[in-house]
């Protein structure tokens, strides 16, 4: 353990806006790709089912 | 006289092909959805505990070095991800199988955000290493084009109504842009680069300290197994968007009503 408190920590040695801004952006990219995967999933499942009902269901 | 050699080489040809069918490969992608997911995430803890938390400040940059924790593992998956996405993309257009060459979409866009992340955390360390965001050297460059390459393939795809021709033409493009792969591979060593040399290699031991190196290959891992993840669960979209009609996806739980 390098840190002895957690101010140092978050510090990073004076490099807290290079190595967060890195962190952060990965986290956030990677965030925004799982949403992007369950919504593409969501809105196909929801297409198919729309086109799966015979056309006297329809409202 | 029946011939007893005929029965094992069509079992063999069908567990050749069996998972080339979009149903099969549609259901195995499904079970190993939830490992991908799991490797990842347990390999990113640990990886980040290592990485943020054992590991030592570096004598020389500080600690500004522990960008390497993601620039690395995201440069690596940008590169592998493109030539997996070639690969796909060629054997799709060789053979005529669509299940590659949906792979091969499915793969573009974690391979770009992968370049994307290896190009925004490399200008990160830049700017207190080298002084400068961005600097056009052979290493920088390429790997911008790389994106380029990326955003061209899904563009090209995205411009075709007819899913067949998209893939044809993907192919072509992500064939030939595979050229580029090497160069940025070995652009530190072809040309005088502000870029430093590779940390790791195969032909050498690695220019870095154990424990770095340890935290640095469980997030190789993380990225790995998310990346694998994700273009398996696109596929499985692409699947069943490309594959509508077929009574096998009719018949799917998932889309029975709620």
């Known amino acids: ?59 | 006289m029946s011939l007893p050699t005929a029965l094992p080489r069509t079992a063999m040809q069908r567990r050749w092909t069996h998972y080339a069918s979009p149903s099969t490969f549609y259901a195995l992608a499904g079970r190993m959805l939830p490992w991908c997911w799991a490797i990842a995430a347990a390999a990113a803890a640990a990886g980040l505990v290592v990485g943020l938390l054992v590991a030592p400040t570096d004598a020389q940059q500080g600690d500004a070095y522990r960008i390497i924790f993601v620039h690395v593992p995201a440069a690596w998956m940008s590169m592998i991800i493109y030539l997996a996405m070639a690969f796909w993309a060629a054997v799709g257009l060789v053979f005529n199988t669509r299940l590659s060459s949906m792979m091969a979409r499915a793969l573009a866009p974690t391979g770009a955000l992968m370049t994307l992340l290896a190009l925004w955390t490399g200008a990160l360390w830049g700017k207190p290493t080298w002084g400068t965001w961005w600097v056009w050297d052979a290493r920088l460059t390429s790997e911008l084009l790389l994106l380029f390459l990326y955003l061209g393939f899904m563009a090209l795809q995205a411009a075709h109504d007819d899913p067949r021709v998209g893939d044809r033409l993907g192919a072509v493009l992500a064939i030939v842009g595979a050229v580029n792969v090497p160069v940025i591979y070995f652009s530190v060593r072809w040309w005088n680069t502000l870029h430093q040399g590779a940390s790791v290699s195969l032909t050498q031991a690695p220019s870095m300290a154990r424990v770095m190196l340890a935290g640095m290959l469980l997030m190789a891992v993380a990225f790995w197994a998310w990346s694998i993840g994700a273009a398996l669960h696109r596929l499985r979209t692409i699947v069943l968007v490309r594959e509508r009609g077929a009574d096998w996806v009719a018949a799917l739980p998932e889309l029975r009503r709620p």
């Open chain 1, 1 to 59: 353990m390098n840190w002895s408190s957690l101010e140092e920590f978050a510090a990073m040695g004076g490099y807290a806006l290079y190595v967060w801004g890195s962190l952060g952006m990965c986290a956030a990219a990677l965030g925004w790709e799982a949403v992007m995967l369950a919504l593409q999933r969501r809105r196909a499942i929801d297409e198919l089912r729309e086109d799966a009902r015979a056309p006297e269901d329809r409202p």
